[in-house]
Nanobody, 115 residues
Framework: QVHLVESGGGLVQAGGSLRLSCAAS????????VEWYRQPPGEQRELVAG???????NYVGSVKDRFTISGDAFKNTVYLQMNSLKPEDTGTYYC?????????WGQGTQVTVGT
C-alpha cells in the first residue's frame, strides 16, 4: 500500500493560482501512474490530470493550458500547478496512485475559488 498526503488547497479568487502537492510514502519512480481527481460539491469525482512514471502527462480539456502536473523524485511528490482558476474548479482534490501494490488514494484537499 502507498500512503498519499495531499496539501496546498485553500480559498483563492478567480484568476488566482494554487499549487497542490501529493506526497507519497515511496519513491514516485515506483508508481506507474499518479493522477489528480476532483469532486465538486454534489457531483461525481472526475479525472483532472495524470502523469506516468516516464513523464507522460494528460489533462481533461477544461484544465488544459491552465494546470500543469509534474513530479519531483527527490521529494517523492507530485504537484498540480493550477493557474487562472475559475469558480468551476472548486472541489475536493484527490491524488491517486497506481503501482505494483494496487490503487491508493489520498484524503483530499479542498480548493475553493471565489468569484
Amino acid at each position: 500500500q502507498v500512503h498519499l498526503v495531499e496539501s496546498g488547497g485553500g480559498l483563492v479568487q478567480a484568476g488566482g493560482s494554487l499549487r497542490l502537492s501529493c506526497a507519497a510514502s515511496t519513491s514516485i519512480s515506483n508508481l506507474f501512474l499518479v493522477e489528480w481527481y476532483r469532486q465538486p460539491p454534489g457531483e461525481q469525482r472526475e479525472l483532472v490530470a495524470g502523469i506516468t512514471d516516464d513523464g507522460r502527462t494528460n489533462y481533461v480539456g477544461s484544465v488544459k493550458d491552465r494546470f500543469t502536473i509534474s513530479g519531483d523524485a527527490f521529494k517523492n511528490t507530485v504537484y498540480l500547478q493550477m493557474n487562472s482558476l475559475k469558480p468551476e474548479d472548486t472541489g475536493t482534490y484527490y491524488c491517486k496512485s497506481n503501482s505494483r501494490w494496487g490503487y491508493d488514494w489520498g484524503q483530499g484537499t479542498q480548493v475553493t475559488v471565489g468569484t
